[in-house]
């Protein structure tokens, strides 16, 4: 009988304590990687909703900023208007009364909430629902701080709820001047519920605070008038007696704050925060972290999945390497033992029995075998049906040999697709809103866009646009889609005015010194006498169906960039109008 030695005992102990601390540190390291993954999970699902909530920000302010652009012009077009004056200077009933009708569809047609006129002394003289209950007409606003301060600085900005209507808005109120003689001031009223129902539409949450912290625009209706954080008493004192908020109690929001995280019941969010074109306001975009959790965490599970996979069959690699080996070990062993064994028998059999030396000459052997296995329409249309044409008659140029005409038709092919880009270039460029940024802009590019984009009219109607001057490198301070607006304005008016002409013209010309002046000239009818005289007033027009603030706000934009914008004779014999701008 074979007997096991102490040292082949503790070499398979040795063995075994290997394996376990081979198992425990693949734990260990497998616990590791778990941290880690879901650590990288937490900072993933952090970014990712970051950047959705910035990209939900900046998106929602620019939409508000468009819609506050828009609104913002109405008082500035409106303090120009020459019956205002006349109804703030205590002008007669019947004024009164074309004032409340002018304002009732000018309020109509821009969704303006309420648009009105208050006097001097605060109260309310003209208004845009002096039909309704809630009519703003006789009532006094003497004690709004909008009232106050547009009297003091010639305009004013408060968002407050409405003491009549009950309904919260953005009150935008500019002063009303006659030869330095103080009127009374034009306000208007903003309600954002449109813009609300947009944002209700979208998964994240977004909200606009005043300079308090108070929340006074959002998608989510419980959380208007809530605060980001505690208002103190002197403050709150101040918001009562303006009643800008009535006897709302103005409590904090019920999410708590920790850093950009909120965190409401079972809900957390993450926030970005941008300023907007409001006196101390900044829109907000609450993201939900749970959906960018979800997804990175599935992730890291995926990853230690993967990891344990990987670990369970290296252990199992090491661990069958092991046994091959403490089985080879065992049978050479067991190999010398059973030689040694044989060999004293035969040592010993040899002296007694000789003969039997010949049957102890064959010996046994042993074996063993292992496996391892492991397992993204009409102006562009044109150039591409030339492109086409071009293409195919490059082809046939190229049959009959004459490879000069068919590169010529290939250059042109290149030129076209030029063309397709800078129309889709230039598209895109003039319908962003973006906050207008005053900068060099080269006269040549807006005029060239300009033309790019009323180009399909100016063929439809058959007019010859003419260009004078030089304007090659000359530049001029403008923002360039507000300067190409107005251009496009002009270029409008004049195709307008050429409808039934024979030969009709377009002269753009441009002369630069100390300023730029660019004129728009046609050879139309012309403008009419009875409207000449107050072109730029607000409502006067020479069309139809025409509103009659177009020239006002391009003379209003020109103004903005320190230039002015006049009605010139025509050198066309038509209608002539000169866009002066400071030179870069």
């Known amino acids: 009988m074979v007997e096991t030695s102490p040292s082949h005992d503790s070499r398979i102990a040795g063995v075994g304590r290997r394996l376990i601390w081979a198992s425990l540190l693949a734990f260990l390291l497998l616990a590791l990687i778990a941290v880690a993954a879901f650590g990288w999970a937490r900072d993933h699902a952090r970014a990712a909703s970051d950047i959705a909530a910035q990209q939900q920000a900046r998106s929602a302010a620019s939409r508000l900023a468009g819609e ?63 039909r309704t209950p809630q009519s703003f007409v006789g009532q006094s606003y003497g004690f709004r701080p909008y009232f106050r301060d547009a009297m003091a600085k010639g305009g004013a900005e408060l968002f407050a709820l409405g003491t009549v209507s009950g309904r919260p808005g953005l009150y935008i109120a500019r002063r009303v001047e006659e030869r330095g003689r103080t009127l009374g001031v034009i306000v208007v009223k903003v309600e954002f519920d449109r813009l609300e129902s947009e944002w209700a539409r979208q998964p994240l949450t977004t909200f606009v605070t005043d300079d308090h912290g108070v929340v006074i625009i959002t998608s989510r209706p ?24 009535g006897n709302l109690p103005l409590t904090p929001l019920p999410p708590a704050r920790e850093g950009k995280t909120w965190t409401g019941g079972d809900v957390r969010y993450r926030e970005a925060a941008v300023t907007i074109p409001m006196p101390g306001a900044r829109l907000h975009a609450f993201q939900p972290l749970a959906p960018a959790e979800a997804s990175a965490n599935a992730t890291a599970r995926t990853a230690i999945l993967i990891a344990f996979i990987l670990l369970a069959a290296l252990l199992t690699w090491v661990f069958r390497a092991r046994e091959k080996q403490r089985l ?44 391892i296995t492991a397992g993204v329409a009409h102006e562009i249309n044109q150039p591409v049906a030339a492109i086409r044409g071009f293409a195919e008659n490059a082809g046939t140029f190229l049959d009959r040999g004459e490879a000069g005409r068919a590169r010529e038709n290939l250059g042109t092919i290149v030129s076209l697709t030029e063309r397709i880009g800078a129309i889709v270039t230039e598209l895109r460029t003039f319908a962003r809103r973006s906050t207008p940024a005053l900068g060099p802009v080269e006269i040549a590019v807006v005029i060239d866009g300009a033309l790019l984009l009323v180009g399909d009219r100016i063929r439809e109607r058959g007019v010859a646009i003419e260009r004078e001057g030089a304007v090659a490198g000359l530049r001029c301070v403008a923002d360039r889609v507000r300067l190409e607006q107005i251009l496009v304005n002009l270029i409008q008016n004049a195709l307008d005015a050429l409808g039934g002409c024979a030969g009709p013209r377009i002269r753009i010309s441009v002369e630069a010194g100390d300023e730029v002046e660019i004129t728009v000239a046609d050879n139309g009818p012309g403008i009419a006498p009875e409207v000449a005289d107050n072109l730029f007033t607000p409502f006067v027009t020479g069309k139809a169906d025409g509103l009659g603030l177009g020239l006002g706000i391009a003379r209003d934009i020109a103004r903005e960039f320190g230039g002015a914008l006049d009605q010139v004779p025509s050198p066309l014999g038509g209608a002539a109008f000169r866009l002066t701008v400071r030179r870069a």
């Open 68 to 130: 506050l652009q828009k609104f913002r012009l109405l008082p500035l077009v409106l303090i120009e208007y020459p019956e205002a004056h006349t109804v703030l200077a205590g002008g007669d009933a019947a004024a009164v009364r074309r004032m409340n009708s002018k304002l009732e569809l000018l309020a109509d047609r821009t969704d303006a909430a309420v648009i009105y006129l208050i006097d001097r002394d605060g109260r309310t003289i003209a208004a845009s629902n002096w």
């Open 222 to 245: 419980d959380w208007r008038f809530r605060t980001l954080a505690p208002i103190d008493e002197k403050t709150r004192a101040a918001i009562r007696a303006a009643l800008q908020f």
């Open 328 to 371: 080879q070990e065992e049978a050479r062993r067991m190999l010398e033992v059973e030689v040694a064994a044989r060999t004293a028998d035969l040592v010993e059999a040899n002296r007694r029995f000789r003969s039997a030396r010949e049957e102890l000459a064959q010996a046994s052997r042993l074996g063993t075998i292992g496996q």
